[in-house]
């Protein structure tokens, strides 16, 4: 449900965290903001399931439009002033573009080797791994239409559940285990 939100605007929350912290406390901070995330999902899945039992399965739609809102607001209650918008897109510091005074480009990403491996494993991934909790879903719904929301949500309250800690983990400990390990653990 809430994960959707995540992939389209986590890149740019990521950009953001990175203008506000800065590279020395990025990882750590990523790790927070994702358990946090997970945390959101885990309780967005809740509070569908149990509204979606009691009035039905079309509360879960007005209920995620206002996370939706309550989520604009929270980004736009940002000071402006406390994002380094250089450092956030990447102009200096550690993931500098050698010294120029603008971004890279597009190009860049679809040059870069170890990057396309990595979004091909992604990629891949998502392909295969999408589509199950959905088929759930599906042979949910079929035994009663009405009720096959609230199980839904458990399921996907227990991936989020597993997936708070996991995420406090990797924050804290990739800038020390690096992070080819993780993503080889992960996959």
């Given at each position: ?6 992939v389209?605007?986590?890149?740019a ?18 790790g ?9 999902n ?52 550690e993931?500098?573009?050698?010294g ?17 491996i ?9 392909f ?25 949500s ?34």
């Open positions: 449900m809430a994960h959707a939100a995540g389209v605007f986590g890149p929350l990521a950009a953001v965290t990175l203008g506000i912290v800065g590279n020395r406390a990025f990882t750590n901070r990523i927070r903001n994702e358990s946090f995330n997970h945390a959101g885990a309780f967005a899945a809740t509070a569908a399931g149990v509204l979606a039992y009691v009035w039905g399965p079309k509360v879960v739609f007005y209920l995620l439009a206002s996370i939706a809102v309550a989520s604009i607001i929270s980004v736009l209650a940002i000071p402006e002033r406390s994002i380094d918008h250089d450092l956030a897109r990447g102009l200096y510091g993931l500098s573009t050698g120029s005074n603008h971004p890279s480009g597009v190009f860049v990403l679809l040059t870069c080797r170890p990057l396309l990595f979004a091909g494993c992604a990629i891949t991934f998502h295969a791994n999408a589509a199950m909790l959905p088929l759930v879903g599906q042979k949910l719904a079929l035994q009663d239409k009405n009720l096959g929301t609230s199980p839904m458990a399921c996907i309250v227990a991936a989020q559940i597993v997936m708070v800690p996991m995420a406090m983990l990797v924050g804290a400990k990739a800038d020390l285990w690096g992070r080819k390990p993780l993503f080889l653990i992960a996959l």
